[in-house]
């Protein structure tokens, strides 16, 4: 079954407003927990890491005002994008990572498909 | 820096043919994983394989295959025998060794599978 659940898996929006996404571990706890942005036809670029109970880490060029991230549980993380702009479209997906389980793949959510109209 | 190259962007076959996805990658760490994920157009990421940087046993599990070469630094993906519902975007990853397995992934650009009935 699932271990990673992204919610929602698709959104559209208005322009100058925001949205949450959603990213639960079902299965472990997830310490930390890293959010991908993959524009149309590109590959998966890392956008930051989260941390259970800490700041989130960024990649250079990803606004942290812009890209809200909380990680407040072990099994929850909330990416927001906030006042969204048609340039922000793109396909969200994050993965999980559970320090006890070091020998295994990365785990991913289904992903979440925004457009901003 | 870590980086990861599929030279190979779009690849069309006929049914029945096998096909190779190239990946050739970077980085400076001694110790590392490699993994290929699957992208069907639902935009989920289907997990293939991890190999570990010491473990250069080629791998086979079906239809598919690895080959991990640490002297050219690629880790090619063969499918043998395609199916139409092999048509997907496969791509190659690359994360740190020391941070665990399922820690940030640097991906390839991705390459687009056709396969023609």
């Known amino acids: 079954g699932a271990v990673v659940s992204q919610h929602p898996s698709w959104v559209i929006c208005k322009s100058g407003t925001s949205v949450k996404i959603e990213c639960r571990s079902l299965?472990?706890?997830?310490?930390?927990m890293f959010w991908y942005r993959q524009f149309p036809k590109q590959s998966l670029m890392l956008m930051a890491t989260?941390?259970?109970?800490?700041?989130?880490?960024?990649e250079q060029g990803v606004e942290k005002d812009k890209f809200l991230i909380n990680h407040a549980s072990l099994t929850l993380s909330t990416l927001t994008v906030t006042s969204a702009h048609p340039e922000d479209s793109s396909f969200y997906i994050c993965s999980v990572s559970d320090r006890g389980r070091q020998d295994t793949e990365a785990f991913f959510g289904q992903g979440t498909r925004l457009t901003v109209v | 820096a870590q980086k990861v190259t599929q030279a190979q962007t779009e690849i069309s076959v006929v049914e029945k043919e096998d096909v190779t996805l190239d990946c050739v990658y970077e980085?400076?760490?001694?110790?590392?994983?490699l993994f290929w994920y699957k992208q069907p157009p639902s935009g989920e990421l289907v997990f293939l394989i991890r190999r570990n940087s010491f473990d250069e046993q080629n791998e086979i599990s079906g239809r598919y295959s690895w080959n991990f070469q640490k002297s050219t630094s690629s880790f090619n993906f063969t499918i043998t025998a395609s199916q139409v519902v092999d048509s997907a975007v496969y791509f190659c990853?690359?994360?740190?060794?020391?941070?665990?397995?399922?820690?940030?992934?640097?991906f390839g650009k991705g390459i687009t599978l056709s396969v023609r009935p």
């Open positions: 299965d472990f706890q997830a310490t930390t």
């Open positions: 989260s941390n259970e109970g800490s700041k989130a880490t960024y």
């Open positions: 990853a690359l994360s740190e060794y020391y941070t665990g397995a399922n820690s940030k992934l640097t």
């Open positions: 980085t400076r760490d001694t110790t590392y994983y």
